[in-house]
Each structure stands twice: as structure tokens, then as C-alpha cells.
């Protein structure tokens, strides 16, 4: 049958059919796209979900009102705490020990240390540094909540012996005066013997003090 232009009826139709398949290489490559597209979003989205499972438990005490983010010890501050521990010997307490970079110092100086942190991934972690640095029998972790420790100077000066001494990191304590001081700016390290702050006579314990920032 024909049109009324004289071409057949049949071959209209065929370039009509012919106009709407896409060659399958198009739809190949169009698929292979679209699979990447996927493969992109899900690596992009695993990636995200990995680094917030990650960074939370570190982040988390941020929110906490009034505890900020962890902030690990510098060297020289480390260098400046072993410093005010020289002569000494004994147990050292770190309260606030983020990674446990300044309780390992202690353990290899010769002290039993101990750490305590509220952020039990870092407890973990720590632990796993002591054990990798050959100090796990000397250097022990804790997971402890600071804030629950209120008016802590009133607390040291009732519980430490005579001979100890504590080391503030970053923050100085309020209403003590510090026996030494070394360092400056952030790895400003304040060093108070009970023996002072109690008005007795002094005589050589240690307790590490780290203040909001656990480091």
C-alpha cells in the first residue's frame, strides 16, 4: 500500500521504527557510566561513614559542656614534664592522658604510671602503645571521668602524700602557686609538691595533671 506522496506504506514505517533503537554500543557505554556513577557514590558514602566512625569517638567529648577536643602533648612538653620529674622516682598518676604519649615517658623513666581518660578509645589505643613500646607492665590505663572529680585541688591536697608532686600541662591551677615552671606557651608546664601547697616542710611520688585538653 502507498501514501499519498508514492512511497510505500511499509517503508515509512520501518524509518520510523528505525529513529527510536539506540545502537546497543550507546546503551553499553550508558550503563557502564551509570555503574560508575554507583560504584562513586557508594565509595564516596563508605568513605564518609568510615571517617565519622573514626574521628566520633575522638570528636564526641567536644560536646561534652565543659571538656574540649583531644589535643595530643607535643614533644617539648613532654620533654618538659620529665623534666620536673628528674630525681625522682616512684608512681605517677596522669589524669586526663589522652594517648598515653606522657604516661609511656614516665614508664620508660622508671616510674609506674598510670593514666586515666574518659575516652575509652584512646584508653585502648594507649594501651596498645605501651604494649608496642615494651612498657605495658609499667604504664597502665584507665577509663575515668575527670568531671566527676569535683574541686579536684581540694582532693589532692586530702589524698597525696607529703612527698608528691603534680604537674599541671597548658592550664596552671587556680589557686595554687607552682613550685617550678619551664616552658612556654602551649607546652608551658606548672610543677606544685604537696609539700607546698599543704604549708608543710618539703620532702621526694608525681601526679600528671592534664586539665580540659587531654593530652
Keep these: 500500500m502507498e501514501g499519498g506522496g508514492g512511497i510505500p506504506l511499509e517503508t515509512l514505517t520501518e524509518e520510523s521504527q ?16 551509570s555503574n560508575w556513577g554507583f560504584f562513586l557514590t557508594g565509595l564516596v558514602g563508605g568513605t564518609l561513614v568510615a571517617v565519622y566512625a573514626v574521628a566520633t569517638p575522638f570528636i564526641t567529648p567536644a560536646l561534652r559542656k565543659v571538656c574540649l577536643p583531644f589535643v595530643p602533648a607535643t614533644t617539648k612538653q613532654i620533654e618538659n614534664v620529665v623534666k620536673m620529674l628528674q630525681c625522682r622516682r616512684g608512681s605517677l598518676v596522669d589524669i586526663g592522658s589522652g594517648d598515653g604519649r606522657i604516661v609511656i615517658a614516665a ?7 598510670v593514666g586515666y581518660e574518659l575516652n575509652p578509645w584512646l584508653v585502648w589505643y594507649s594501651r596498645y602503645r605501651a604494649w608496642r613500646e615494651g612498657v ?27 612527698d608528691a608532686r603534680v604537674i599541671a600541662c597548658r592550664f596552671p591551677f587556680p589557686h595554687w602557686t607552682p613550685d617550678h615552671v619551664t616552658g612556654e606557651g602551649i ?7 604537696a609539700s607546698t601547697f599543704r604549708g608543710r616542710e618539703k620532702r621526694p611520688t608525681s601526679m600528671h595533671f592534664q586539665p580540659p585538653i587531654q593530652t
Aim: aromatic share 12%; glycine share 4%.
Design 187 to 193: 607546652d608551658t608546664v606548672w610543677a606544685y609538691d
Design 107 to 113: 614508664a620508660k623513666e622508671g616510674f609506674t604510671a
Design 136 to 162: 605495658h607492665g609499667s604504664a597502665k590505663f584507665y577509663i575515668s571521668d575527670l568531671w566527676k572529680m569535683l574541686q579536684l585541688e581540694k582532693k589532692l591536697e586530702l589524698e597525696l602524700a607529703d
Design 18 to 33: 528505525s529513529r527510536h533503537v539506540l545502537p546497543a554500543s550507546f546503551e553499553a557505554k550508558s550503563l557502564q557510566k
